[in-house]
């Protein structure tokens, strides 16, 4: 068998017409505190990302040059969820149709897509609107036909992607409606079990790669008996969610911190997820940043796997910038 190339992608965060429509600051609109959206504007614009629409423009580039992949994988996230309450609003998931569309078009059955956090909805990192919501769950499904878990094999390798949020829901108790929480936890159960199925049939000789979008999710897996058992056969996971590598360099420098109340429901959910980030490293995580990265950096761009269904050579995980000279990045090899 030959050499396989996957392309991966991750956090586009398209805007179809409708989420254009309603402006550029629609988050900075929802904080009520002036000195909160004075910060939170700030940020916006001289570090996360100063057009959130951006990502349309950076899809296209990515279409443009996308080629020669067997497979592409898509990590989360499609929309701007700027109801904040996932696909269950309209305007977001035309937003992800239109975004999935493209993908489906270019790519056809080589396409396997992941779940990211905005397509269920989560809480707005500066005001308390949003959260989780289970016609967001339902509409990913019916409406966009995304399957919560994805099983390739390619040799001795097998790729997996699942659910994060579903996962990781645990850590996301303040995102829920109260009335949804135990279907979202009988959801999750579920889901544990379909994943923990697929860990407990791996042969010695097979490989897994992981594909997750939120790492939250990893520490939890850890504490399945089954999972645990099996992480030497982990060669990789890759995760999306963070946009941006010196996010995951900070992340990597503030794991272990104590959880921090007071300061909201975000905050705490954030700081939280740092707390158990130390339980990320048998995982072997690398990240797939945002296609449009973040602004302080402009760091945008997509990632490959080249990788040798018999294993008998490393993975080669690139990462490949989308504007500027500076293409390349970090290769990977196992050990
Ligand atoms: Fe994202």
Redo the contacts with the bound molecule.
Sequence with gaps: MRTCTLGIL??I?YAGAAEQARGRDYELRAIARPLVRAGATAFRRFVWRRNPFAGNARLEQFLQRAGGFDYVIAN??YSCDSAFVGLSDEAACQSARECLGKLRQRFGGRLRVNY???ELGKLSLFSAHGGLRLASWHRARTDLGLSPLWRLDLGRYVLLGFVSSLVALPALAGDMLPAERPEWERLRQEHLAEITAVFAALRPDQRMLLFCHDPTALPFLGREEVIRARLPQIELTVI??L?SNLVLWQSRLLAGMPPLGGLGRAVRRFSTALNQARQWRPFRVRLCP?LAGIELLKDGGYCTIQLDPEARQPLRFQFHRLRGAGAGGGDYKKG
């Design positions: 991750s956090d965060h989360g996230d990211g956090d905005h999306g969610h946009h945002a």
